[in-house]
């Protein structure tokens, strides 16, 4: 080969190869751009998928009662075909019973647009109110709405606000206190100062304890830490102990009954999860069915079918007779064959939803 030939060829080769590679840059190109394309469209896609409703629960701390409440909410929710990650999202958060951690976490519910918002327990439901004026919020056990200042009428909320609202038949409950212990004159209530619902069942309990002839002490604790010695000083001071739906005192019960049986001191309380717990009796609301009953309200809005303001408060006609009857053996309580026929009895199981 002579060395212009050699030359010519070799310009060919570099012409090729430039084609080439301009090819490959072109192609290349091309292909990113019909990617790019691509990832949009995926993206536009996601963003609908997160179009999804969401609901916002927001729990005030976990005890027993709360927890069957949230069970009853989720189990509902589904049952009206609203599945979790499926065709609804639920942002689930517990307060862990700390003010602030209410605050930011009503915060962040809203912030995340959240379609139906649930609080379950006065201090949760009135940290979400204190977050929104627009979004709806299902009151989850709210035991006097009102008083909490979070709807104005149980029949016509008003607002954002409506749900259900878990007063127990106190005047029941105190009356079944005097049935099981006749010879009580004293009865000492406990509760956390800082709870609204406690408040205002306290008041009605007086005056239901009053009518029956029954002295009234109360004993509001500024926290849980003070909980075991106040119990202690109860012990001397009262006949027996009753417990409105207080929820620092529900997420204490073990130390309140530990406290109490070393005196063998009665506690009548507000709900079920409280007797199974340590305590002797309640005429109470069944705690699941409650969830059940705040579920069905919040698909209800999520459907469109309502609107807070014009759905009324729902509340509880009955409740349940529970007696913890190895409680009663214990405390050499005779319950009258009455009561007994109508009440459910139960045994202390002190591990059980906890
Ligand atoms: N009603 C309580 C509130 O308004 C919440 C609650 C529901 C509760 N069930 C309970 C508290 C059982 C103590 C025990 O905050």
């Given amino acids: 080969m002579s060395n212009e030939n050699h030359q010519a060829s070799h310009g060919r080769a570099l012409t090729a190869t430039i084609i080439v590679i301009a090819l490959i840059l072109v192609g290349g190109f091309t292909y990113q751009l019909g990617r790019r394309h691509a990832l949009g469209n995926a993206k536009t896609a996601s963003t609908s998928q997160h179009a999804l409703k969401r609901v916002g629960i927001l729990q005030y701390v976990s005890h027993p009662a709360l927890n069957q409440i949230h069970k009853g909410v989720v189990d509902e929710l589904e049952k009206e075909g609203f599945i979790d990650g499926k065709n609804i999202q639920i942002i689930d958060q517990n307060g862990q019973a700390d003010q602030s951690k209410l605050a930011t976490m009503s915060e962040q519910l809203v912030n995340k647009k959240a379609d139906v918002l649930v609080g379950i327990a006065t201090p949760a439901a009135q940290a979400l109110a204190n977050a929104t004026s627009t979004t709806p919020i299902v009151l989850g056990a709210v035991t006097d709405p009102v008083a909490a200042g979070l709807v104005r009428d149980m029949k016509a909320p008003g607002k954002n606000i409506t749900g259900v609202s878990d007063q127990p038949p106190v005047a029941s409950e105190i009356k079944l206190g005097k049935e099981l212990m006749p010879q009580a004159k004293t009865v000492g209530m406990l509760y956390s ?33 003070e909980i075991a010695q106040t119990v202690q000083v109860m012990n001397g001071q009262v006949d027996f102990i009753y417990i409105p739906l207080d929820n620092t005192i529900a997420n204490a019960m073990p130390t309140v009954t530990e406290e109490a049986n070393k005196q063998n001191k009665p506690v009548i309380t507000s709900v079920d999860t409280m007797v199974t717990q340590g305590g002797l009796a309640t005429i109470g609301v069944n705690q699941y069915q409650l969830g059940i009953q705040t579920g069905k309200m919040a698909a209800n809005i999520l459907k469109g079918k309502s609107k807070p303001a014009t759905t009324p408060v729902y509340t509880f006609s009955t409740g349940d007779t529970i007696i913890n009857k190895e409680q009663a053996q214990h405390l050499a309580i005779n319950v009258p064959e009455k009561l007994m026929k109508n009440a459910k009895l139960v045994t202390t199981d002190v591990g059980k939803n906890k």
Avoid: H, I, R, W
């Fill in 193 to 225: 100062s800082t709870e609204d619902n406690s408040k205002s069942q306290v008041d009605t309990a007086t005056k239901a304890a009053t009518k029956l002839g029954l002295k009234v002490k109360k004993f509001a604790v500024p926290s849980s830490n």
